[in-house]
């Protein structure tokens, strides 16, 4: 149980995207209190003293965060192959953790961290901030009030510019391109389905960004139980004239949202109607730029999420089962174009 309703937060990760997206919106939110960070920059420690202030503990090593005394949470910022063992760790020290996407690289340090989660007694919740950004929060609901009527296809393209550079670039470090970028697109499918994905078609390569480790486009096929399906392009090599589209459409109608405009538009069948707003965030100044100039929106309201949790008991909206299947669904992705074939979920989640 917590001490008191202010929460004491150790950071593991605070480079770019620790300090931009996480401490940044941690300063935004009561009742919290960043203690620690890790860094094995030392400009990166420096800068985060200079956001949080001096009384802030930096450390080189992510373990010495876990062993500052007072801590109730963590925050697991690090890159993708030190997830498992950072969570692993926190919970070990009785610890709540939001873990960065993905939970782990593999189905079995998914299910070690789930379990440990659960052992501890723990909240486990994973950062697929998109399921908190407002535009698709609305989506769902539509979804669930039937205006669409039944579900049917769901689609998301995407054609921007590289990753950024650094870590992103390796195969080894992040688990691939699908597992690092596209894991929030694959999570939407399964929240706004919320059908069991059963198998998956895959292609991709390496066709422009040649000087990489990592795919820099793919499309990508799923299907769910019931025949619903849901289809993916991605592309890193386009860095202007487009945005991030979503899209629903089922026996009553669709939805189509664009991700930076912030658009909704609803095209309901019978009787024929169509209606257009944007749906922006509450505090939409919160959000943060990625490498490729777009604004990454939804984490303020994931942090505060996850600290109602560590006061209530709740259990998370993108809780830990959610990010196993959605790792499942970008590891059969990624196996389906390493061999040219269909991969079950089955499959991978055996």
Known sequence: ???????????????????????????????????????????SRAASKELIGDQLQAFEDWEDVLKVDGLDAVIVALTNDQH???????????????????????????????????????????????????????????VENGDVGDPRVMWCREYRGPMRPGWRSSEKLTGGMLLEKNCHHFDLFNWMFEAQPVRVSAFGGKDVLTGTELLDNAQVLVEYEGGRRAVLEICLFAPTGGDCEIGIVGTGGRIDTKNQAILLEHHRFEPREHTSRQVPDPDDESGFQDASGRVDRGIKAELAHFLDCCRTGAAPLNNGESARLNVAVCLAAQES???????TLKEVLS
């Open 1 to 43: 149980m917590l001490k008191s309703m202010s929460i004491n937060i150790g950071l593991l990760g605070a480079g770019w995207f620790g300090r931009e997206a996480h401490l940044k919106n941690l300063l935004r939110l009561p009742d919290v209190n960043v203690v620690a960070v890790s860094s094995r920059s030392a400009e």
């Open 84 to 142: 498992h063992a950072a969570a692993m760790a926190a919970f070990d020290a009785d610890l709540h953790v939001l873990c960065e996407k993905p939970l782990g690289l593999s189905i079995a340090e998914c299910d070690e961290v789930i379990s440990a989660a659960r052992s501890a007694g723990r909240v486990l919740q994973i950062g697929h901030e998109m399921r908190h950004q407002a535009l698709y929060q609305q989506m769902k609901s539509m």
């Open 337 to 343: 174009i390493r061999r040219g074939e269909v991969v």
